[in-house]
């Protein structure tokens, strides 16, 4: 068996230590005599499971008390509807910042319950960059800011946490919670699906902050409300429990490595690796303003588009998969998680060397 180096941005390579460890107790969880997905979400062996991956999050992401942790199911994009269920409390508008393709669809839901504000857009510039704080236009009057730190498909990150005075701040985390230290008290809500940078798919992560929870609007279902789901340890309903599971395995494998800062160091490394290989070359070219280059996903053409496909096949060969990029995007988008080792990127870096030098 070889494992490849696997680019994908989602579901994403997970550590592969994490699998090794899941392979370990598949048939026996720590004497239980039984899989982590045969037993019961609230008997002992799963709420010890549970309370240590959500004790180990609050502790890598030091998450304050005043905030609550939801290990929920719907992915991110159920998000883009909880989040003006429970936020607007009362009021009827929310500002929004575009900056590309989720933040379009979490703005279109967002219009289903409320007034939208677009307060900034990068549109102009076909998403290549995130748009300056002094160029929003901020209502004072919303309910909430929604912003996406990480463009996963346009590859555009902000680099600074936006400043929204006493209007919570709320962010679509999904492509780059845990690449790096992130000052949460910032924020009033942080959601992120999981198979990007947590874990497998099937579990969302919110932390929201406690004061903003119990004013979900009267029509919505039960389980789309923050207060519940936080009242019942996000068991109000089965939750996937083996997906939170193996993101518990992910947040301990995390704290092992020397936790966020370091993650920060070696995505950083990772991402410079593959920026200066894109910089370096008349072949390789990647849109994105260099100040707002996402560490997670990134995004290139080739000089001559009729390439893509020999390229893509060539890689494959050599154990790099999934480089195809966003079919609204074409090129290629190499998207380098937590869970891509070093040697990864430096073996695609490589590559691209060698394939230029072939055909460039
Ligand atoms: C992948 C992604 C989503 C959608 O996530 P689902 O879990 O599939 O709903 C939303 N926002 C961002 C930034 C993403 O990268």
């Known amino acids: 068996m070889s494992r490849v180096y696997n680019f994908s941005a989602g579901p994403a390579m997970l550590p592969q230590a994490v699998l090794e460890q899941a392979k370990e107790e598949m048939l026996d969880w720590n004497g239980s005599g039984m899989s982590v997905m045969e037993m019961s979400h609230r008997g002992k062996e799963f709420m ?88 929003w236009n901020l209502n004072g009057d919303a309910a909430y800011v929604h912003y996406t730190p990480n463009e996963t498909i346009g590859g555009v990150e902000f680099h600074w946490i936006p400043e929204t ?33 947590i874990g497998p798919a099937g579990l969302t992560v919110v932390i929201v902050r406690k004061d903003l929870m119990g004013q979900m609007i009267d029509s919505a279902p039960t389980m789309f409300d ?81 390439l893509d496909s020999v390229f893509l096949e060539e890689a494959k060969k050599i154990g790099l998969t999934t480089l195809k990029g966003h079919r609204s995007v074409g090129g290629m988008r190499a998207s380098i998680y937590n869970a891509m080792p070093e040697e990864g990127v430096d073996a695609l870096v490589a590559f691209m060397a060698d394939f230029e030098k072939r055909n460039g």
């Not at 379009?104 to 219009?111: D, G, T």
């Not at 995390?254 to 910089?279: P, Q, V, W």
Request: hydrophobic share 40%.
């Open 48 to 135: 010890s499971i549970a309370d240590k991956a959500t004790s180990d999050l609050r502790e890598l992401m030091a998450i304050p008390d005043t905030y609550e942790i939801l290990f929920l199911q719907g992915g991110a994009s159920s998000q883009f509807s909880m989040v003006p269920m429970n936020l607007l409390r009362g009021k009827n508008k929310a500002d929004y910042v575009n900056t590309g393709a989720w933040s379009k669809k979490a703005i279109a839901e967002a219009k289903r319950f409320c007034d939208v504000n677009v307060a900034a857009t990068s549109e102009a510039d076909k998403f290549s960059s995130a748009p300056e704080q002094k160029d």
């Open 165 to 197: 005075g006493d209007v919570p701040l709320v962010a679509d985390m999904s492509s780059t919670i845990l690449s790096r230290p992130v000052d949460v008290s910032k924020y009033g809500v942080i959601y992120a699906g999981a198979q990007k940078n």
């Open 226 to 306: 923050y207060k519940t789901q936080a009242d019942n340890g996000s068991m109000y309903n089965t939750p996937p429990t083996y997906a939170w599971y193996l993101a518990g395995l992910g947040f301990q494998w995390i704290k092992d490595k020397g936790g966020l800062s370091a993650m920060a160091e070696i995505n950083k490394r990772k991402a410079d690796k593959l920026y200066t290989a894109i910089d370096g070359s008349d072949f390789y070219a990647n849109p994105v303003k260099p100040d707002c280059r996402s560490w997670m996903n990134v995004p290139f053409t080739l000089a001559n588009a009729e």
